[in-house]
């Protein structure tokens, strides 16, 4: 096993991380969901410290999962929401977030609709900034549990043919599992129409495909996206049900995926859009153990950042 260690302060991309970090991620991460089958679940790794959450866009599953995660670590937990902020007064978020450092907060989580948003407090700020999400760039965490439940399923990911369908020029999941795909071997293929899928991606070394059927075939894994309405500001294709007619995941297409391959989402669904509903809930769709995943990741990413060490790694191991 490699004894490199975690030395980042912050995690706000996939983009600039080594495949040994990313390997300490997922190591921790595989500890930390170890805990989660316990009686008692928390562990006290982050006692005494205050980690806050501020999502200034929408969120359920990215807020929730930091909330959990925190608690579980046994640290304090602030959530702050655009709407209930002095944001809405005219503060800034640099002004917003040095007075929430002056608040003595520990951990600053930010989701917020500026990309590059989160490495910009994280040049700022003294404490570890975490990305929640940052416009159409990136959303990390989304990525490393995505990857962490495609490896429970489908063992490493070296040479695995997985095809992320739907929006892919508005998603910051989409370029974070570009990222973290690629340093882990797979061979991603991104498909959509030409208006949301432009050959430009190919520059981060995907296969671009307005083919559905053979974007599909073979495939270990699918990854369906939602239409990101709320970044575009034109429209790409002529109306919702010719977008599901020409690119919607259905049986007859779910059936040219190989046989054992997963279905996935990082959800919000749009049911009857981009998946049909049977499909998602099908047993070939792991979308609610990426959910699940998701505690465990955020605990791993919040615990390293915070400068917690592979100690807790090998008392798992040791058991
Ligand atoms: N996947 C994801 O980021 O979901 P939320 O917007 O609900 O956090």
Redesign the pocket.
Known sequence: MSTQTWTKKDLVGIEHLNREELEIIFRTTSAFKGTLTRNVKKVPALRGKTVVNLFL???????V?FEMAAKRLSADVVTITASASSLVKGETLRDTAQNIRALNADLLVL?HSAPGSAAYLARILDIPVIN??DGAHE?PT?ALLDCFTMREHLGDLTGKKVTILGDILFSR?ARSNIWLLGKLGAKVTVAGPSTLVPDTFTHMGVTVSHNLPEALADADAVMLLRIQHERQTATHFPSLGEYTGMFGLNQARAALLKPEAIIMH???INRGVEIDSNLADSSRSVILEQVTNGIATRMAVLYLCSGGGPDLISKQESK
């Open positions: 866009e929408p969120s359920t599953r990215t807020r999962a989701r929640g999400g959303h989304q999941v990082p959800g919000p």
